[in-house]
């Protein structure tokens, strides 16, 4: 059956509207990094909504058939499988066909994604115990065990000024912990969300820091382009997950849901989208902006989201905890500053490396993968 001449005439009356509007954004610097800034803190923001709404608010009417959703690998597996698609999507639309065969050794993208499974699956499953609030802070906390990660398998020297920084996330963080209620709403006791809930956050750094260091391994051991990382630990990832699902029998409970509650289906499916857009926005910041702006509009992120899941989801924060918090996102607002000069003082002693480069770099390195996956919305 043919096309009618018409929609292509509607498709490129549209494209001729699109692209002046384009260049004028691209050409306004301002505007061009306002128009980043909306898309990572939009997309991750709604991220974080909709990951918060799913693990810790029922679906169905109150009181009668209302029933929370437990079945975290069932939500890894939508993220994953969207941002394969997407991987897959962007490989050919940029041409790059002859990049969709591994790169690395196929065991080397399994063991990424067997440890990141994990990692978010830990995330998923804290909110069942604690507030996300924590779980962000938490996040933040990473740093030492990517640290002895890096150590270990890396044989990476930190400076002291790193050790302190560190240090003083992981203080702002215990703070937080000591100094108010950090029990979900669907936490069924209060020794549940301490012990429960701690340990699986402390799984979470534990794994995410090893996907981080070995991510890094992987990058500078190979030649390979963020979609082709992308496309195959994603593959892996969703095949881990399903087998997950399969084997513990929640496959047909977690259809079952979704079957029942449509709109808990909707929201998986925009939980799904948002990370993906969201990684896509972060990729366009970094090889525009730099990693500097990049770390700093992820910072600002994590901190609004907090301020956004206490509004949204009542999470009252006592002073010691809105310490601690300062403490966490002052720390980190000053190790991406000092990072930003001391990059400033290599560039003028060495060639600056391209901006795929310092993309694959920050891919490898960064600072919330459970919600930034483009591999998160981590």
Known sequence: MGVHPGAHH????RMNIISPIWERIKANEKLHLAWCVSGVVGCLMLYGVLQERIMTQPFGEPGKDAEHFKYSLFLVLCNRLTSCAVAIFGLVSDGKLSEIKPVAPLYSYAAVSLSNVVATTCQYEALKYVTFPVQTLGKCAKMIPVMIWGIMIMRKKYTLKDFGIAVAVTGGCTLFLLTGSVQSKVSASMWDSQVYGVLLMLGYLGFDGFTSTFQDKLFKGFQMTTYNQILYT?????????????????????????????????QIIMLSAAASTGALFISYTIKTFGALIFATIMTTRQFLSILLSCFFFRHPLSLGQWVGTIV??????????????????????????????????????????????PEGPK
């Open 234 to 266: 994603t593959l892996w990832s969703s095949l881990l997950s399903c087998f997950g699902l399969i084997t513990s029998g929640q496959m047909p409970l977690a259809m079952q849901f979704v079957r029942q509650h449509p709109e808990a289906l909707t």
């Open 10 to 13: 509607q498709g490129k009356k």
């Open 328 to 373: 966490v996102f002052g720390a980190l607002y000053y190790q991406g500053f000092s990072k930003g000069k001391d990059k400033d003082k290599q560039h003028r002693e060495a060639p600056k490396p391209s901006p795929d480069e310092e993309a694959q770099e920050l891919l490898a390195n960064k600072t919330d993968p459970a919600e930034f996956k």
